[in-house]
């Protein structure tokens, strides 16, 4: 059973390491919370902080950025913007997920995602915007699992093609 739950210090080899894993799909999987402090307790304080609204830093919402976890084994993340600035209302959307490369294709990117919406509804957010690179089949495939409605495909020269959906 996939629980999403918050990052807690236990975690720090195994957070690390699909850190690490994730860097060859281009995804940043603990982002601006471990870059700016390569501290693992700092990082999950800042996302404990930032869940709540504070300490964020400039152009930051709050957001839940929760492990993915399978019978104690972390499997994955979820980031769950709880609000839009002008860059996720075009491109990052409200919702990032990735799962480590061992654990692929055993449906928990769709639960994952299916979790979080359900967590992004409990918050007020009745129209969820999700986005993925045009290429990434696998993500367009998890998000049009979870009802995700094509709004359009984006050319964009900095950020290339890419969809935008809409989860009601
Ligand atoms: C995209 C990603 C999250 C998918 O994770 P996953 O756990 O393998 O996804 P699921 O097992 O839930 O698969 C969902 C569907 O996608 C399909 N799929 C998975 N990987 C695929 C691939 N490489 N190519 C084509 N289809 C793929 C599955 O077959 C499944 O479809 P089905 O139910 O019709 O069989 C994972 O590949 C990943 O973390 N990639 C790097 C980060 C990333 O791209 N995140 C998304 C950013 S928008």
New binding site residues.
């Given amino acids: 059973m996939l629980v999403l739950r918050p990052f807690i210090l236990a975690d720090e080899a195994a957070a690390l390491a699909a850190h690490r894993e994730?860097e060859q799909?281009g995804?940043d999987f603990l982002g601006y919370a471990w870059s700016s402090t390569h501290s693992w307790p700092q990082t999950v304080q800042l996302f404990e902080d930032w869940e709540r609204g504070l300490n964020l830093p400039v152009g930051y919402v709050p957001a839940c950025t929760w492990a993915a976890d399978v019978d104690g084994e972390l499997v994955?993340r979820t980031s769950i913007r709880l609000a839009l600035t002008d860059f996720l209302a075009t491109r990052g959307g409200h919702i990032?997920?990735?799962?480590r490369p061992e654990?692929?294709?055993?449906?928990?990117?769709?639960e994952i995602l299916r979790q979080s919406i359900t967590a992004a509804h409990a918050r007020g957010i009745n129209r969820i915007l999700i986005?993925?690179d045009d290429s990434?089949?696998?993500?367009a495939?998890?998000i049009e699992?979870c009802g995700g409605e094509l709004e359009t495909i984006v050319d964009d020269p900095i950020e290339g093609r890419y969809r935008r959906y809409w989860i009601a």
């Avoid at 990434?136 to 993500?139: F, H, K, P, Q, R």
Wanted: glycine fraction near 12%.
């Fill in positions: 994730l799909d995804f994955g990032g997920y990735a799962v654990y692929r294709r055993r449906g928990y990117a769709t986005t993925c990434n089949v696998a993500s495939t998890v699992h």
